[in-house]
């Protein structure tokens, strides 16, 4: 209490579907990194832990489409938005992948994070159909 800190250590994540704006962030942000070192003598470091390729599939892919058939037949309204989860590997390697959504909630990643249990009986609905589809061959490009 009541002593200045000697270290700090500031983590975040850039977004974004475009892999040059994420590469022209990361590059003002090690700029302002070296003018704040030699403006105040601070050291002061960017460090980037890891980047991944945006990817992604065409909302006319034939999972997409089924796992909107299976929203629709469940009456759930779907929330598409881009991902930049784990799905880009899986799509970088030519493997078809989305998210999905079991429930939802409210704060999402905030200390004060809640899901809704209701919904989840048919966010599992979602994903057994969703698998059973998968199983009958929907990824089926041709």
Same mark, same amino acid.
């Given at each position: =209490?009541?002593?200045?800190?000697?270290k700090?250590?500031? #983590? !975040?994540? &850039?977004?974004?579907?475009?892999?040059?704006?994420v590469?022209e962030l990361? @590059?003002?942000?090690?700029?302002?990194? $070296? $003018?704040?070192?030699?403006?105040?003598?601070? /050291?002061?470091? !960017? @460090? $980037?832990?890891? #980047?991944?390729?945006?990817? +992604?599939?065409? %909302?006319?892919?034939?999972?997409?489409?089924?796992?909107?058939?299976?929203?629709? =037949? *469940? @009456? /759930?309204?779907? #929330?598409?938005?881009p991902?930049?989860? $784990?799905?880009?590997? *899986?799509?970088?390697?030519?493997?078809?992948?989305?998210t999905? +959504? *079991?429930?939802?909630?409210?704060?999402?990643?905030? &200390?004060?994070e809640? /899901?809704?249990?209701?919904?989840?009986?048919?966010?599992?609905? @979602? %994903?057994?159909? *969703?698998?059973?589809?998968?199983?009958?061959?929907?990824?089926?490009?041709?």
């Amino acid at each position: =209490y009541n002593t200045l800190p000697t270290k700090a250590r500031l #983590r !975040f994540e &850039i977004r974004s579907e475009s892999d040059e704006i994420v590469s022209e962030l990361a @590059q003002k942000i090690h700029y302002l990194t $070296e $003018e704040m070192t030699s403006k105040t003598g601070a /050291v002061i470091e !960017f @460090q $980037e832990i890891s #980047r991944r390729k945006p990817g +992604g599939m065409d %909302f006319s892919h034939p999972l997409n489409t089924t796992a909107r058939k299976i929203l629709e =037949y *469940l @009456q /759930v309204t779907p #929330r598409i938005t881009p991902s930049t989860s $784990e799905v880009t590997a *899986l799509i970088a390697r030519g493997i078809p992948a989305l998210t999905i +959504g *079991l429930t939802t909630g409210d704060n999402a990643g905030e &200390i004060n994070e809640s /899901v809704d249990i209701e919904p989840i009986s048919r966010g599992l609905a @979602q %994903f057994i159909a *969703l698998l059973k589809a998968i199983d009958t061959g929907c990824t089926d490009e041709s």
